[in-house]
């Protein structure tokens, strides 16, 4: 059965997304994620208790990864420095390479996946704000930690505070480490991968990549064991969030954006005379090769040539 739609209640039809209205809004999401994170960066004392907890917490549960790594790491310059080159170059590389691969090839997909990305940023962002967090390599020496960045800083581009270029690290917030979204944007990549690449070298990139980001992010002593899982767990709750944000979003849309009115039928159709097989024409129209009628308007067009007249022709054979 055909299904018919009532005029003025058809589905307004999905955006066609724009490069250049999807930019800003990355760069905005990004901006207000740079500048959240200067936000408890005075808290120092607060941070150091945070991450001496975690610490603690650790090693109760046996959970103290972040030791033997940092110390292979810092032993091994041939894991060390390449690990340090990842740790501070590779998540604003490849995360937007994903994002312009979903937009060219996968855009009915895009929007959802880059929602889900932006919605767990942001919650990262309520996580650095409420629980600064000192990372390992900022904690006393007597801890055992070292900090593979200034260890190799020589190397790279980056000076002795976190990953920032020389001379820029009092413009980032070394105590934002829970979570840590360095592994929740690698795993987002991971997913993205997995589920759209569709190629063996593509699935075994979704799996590597984000395991090998969380074995680094602790191996250059920058994040605890748990700031890797808390970072996972952050995009678990984006995951569930996206699909509202998305709801929401389209509200505020059908609200602002106005909808194109539907063209009514044109009731003069309705009085058309209806001819052969359905086939319509319009008042005065003539049927080809169809014989003008002489007769008067009382006249039957069946009638014979004798009711109408002497005067009038035989009719054809």
């Known amino acids: ?31 207000f ?5 200067l936000l408890a960066r005075e808290n ?41 080159f990842w740790y501070a170059s590779l998540h604003y590389l490849v995360t937007p390479a994903v994002l312009v691969w979903l937009f060219r090839s996968r855009a009915v997909r895009y929007r959802a996946a880059r929602t889900w990305l932006m919605t767990s940023t942001l919650i990262g962002l309520i ?3 409420l629980l600064p967090t000192c990372p ?29 270029p020389r001379g820029m690290g009092d413009m980032t917030n070394q105590y934002a480490a829970m979570p840590s979204l360095h592994v929740g944007w690698a795993l987002w990549c991971g997913v993205m991968l997995w589920r759209f690449g569709g190629t063996r070298m593509t699935r075994t990139a979704a799996v590597a990549y984000p395991l090998i980001t969380t074995i680094v ?29 998305l709801r929401t979003a389209d509200r505020v849309r059908a609200r602002f954006v ?11 159709a309705a009085g058309s005379s209806i001819v052969s097989a359905g086939c319509q024409t319009s008042a005065g129209e003539r049927i080809p090769r169809q ?17 109408a007249g002497d005067g009038a022709p035989a009719a054809a054979r």
Do not use: C
């Open 136 to 164: 390992p390599r900022l904690l006393d020496a007597s801890h055992g930690f070292v900090d593979t960045m200034a260890q190799y800083s020589s190397y790279g581009w980056w000076g002795g505070a976190a990953s920032a």
């Open 1 to 31: 059965m055909q299904h018919t739609e009532t005029p003025g209640t058809e589905a307004a039809p999905a955006p066609r997304l724009r490069w250049w209205t999807e930019l800003p809004l990355i760069l905005l999401v990004y901006a």
């Open 127 to 129: 996580g650095f704000t």
């Open 258 to 268: 106005p909808r194109v009115a539907p063209v009514a039928a044109d009731s003069s």
């Open 44 to 84: 120092v004392s607060g941070a150091v208790d945070h991450g001496l907890g975690i610490l603690r917490f650790e090693k109760a549960l046996y959970l103290n990864f972040e030791h033997p790594l940092n110390r292979l790491f810092t032993r091994e310059a041939w894991i060390g420095i390449p690990a340090d």
């Open 291 to 307: 014989r003008e009628s002489r007769h008067g308007a009382g006249a039957e067009p069946g009638a014979s040539p004798k009711d």
């Open 33 to 37: 994620y740079s500048a959240g994170r």
């Open 217 to 245: 992010v602790m191996g250059t002593a920058n994040h605890y064991f748990l700031d890797a899982v808390a970072g996972a767990a952050v995009m678990g709750v984006g995951l569930l969030l996206a699909p509202a944000v």
